[in-house]
C-alpha cells in the first residue's frame, strides 16, 4: 500500500527557513501530482502547494513567494522549501496526492517563534 514520510519539521525563528522531504512508496511516484498540506491546532488541513507530474506547481497565497515545491522522481520524494516563516506557518505538514488522496502519514511538526 500507499506509504507517505515525512521529515524536516523542526523549530525555528520567525524568518528563518526549512525544508521538508516527503518520501513516497507503493505508489507509481512519477505520473502522481503531489501535494504539501497543512494543519495547525483547531483548524482544519489545508492545501499549501502542489505540483503536477510535469513539474508544475501552484501556491496558496499565504505562501506564494515565499515557499518552494519540488520533485525528485528518481528518489520517489517531494520537497518543500520554506523561507521567511512566520509564526502564522506553525503547523503539522503533511504531504500527499494533490487530487485524490491516500492514507495520510504522521506529518512532521512545525513550529515557528516569534
Known amino acids: 500500500q500507499v506509504r507517505l514520510v515525512e521529515s524536516g519539521g523542526g523549530l525555528v525563528q520567525a524568518g528563518g527557513s526549512l525544508r521538508l522531504s516527503c518520501a513516497a512508496s507503493?505508489?507509481?511516484?512519477?505520473?502522481?501530482?503531489m501535494g504539501w498540506y497543512r494543519q495547525a491546532p483547531g483548524k482544519q488541513r489545508e492545501l499549501v502547494a502542489s505540483i503536477t507530474a510535469y513539474g508544475i506547481t501552484n501556491y496558496a497565497d499565504f505562501v506564494k513567494g515565499r515557499f518552494t515545491i519540488s520533485r525528485d522522481n528518481g528518489k520517489n520524494t517531494v520537497y518543500l522549501q520554506m523561507n521567511s516563516l512566520k509564526p502564522e506557518d506553525t503547523a503539522v505538514y503533511y504531504c500527499n496526492g494533490a487530487r485524490s488522496q491516500y492514507s495520510w502519514g504522521q506529518g512532521t511538526q512545525v513550529t515557528v517563534s516569534s
Open positions: 507503493g505508489m507509481i511516484f512519477s505520473i502522481v501530482a
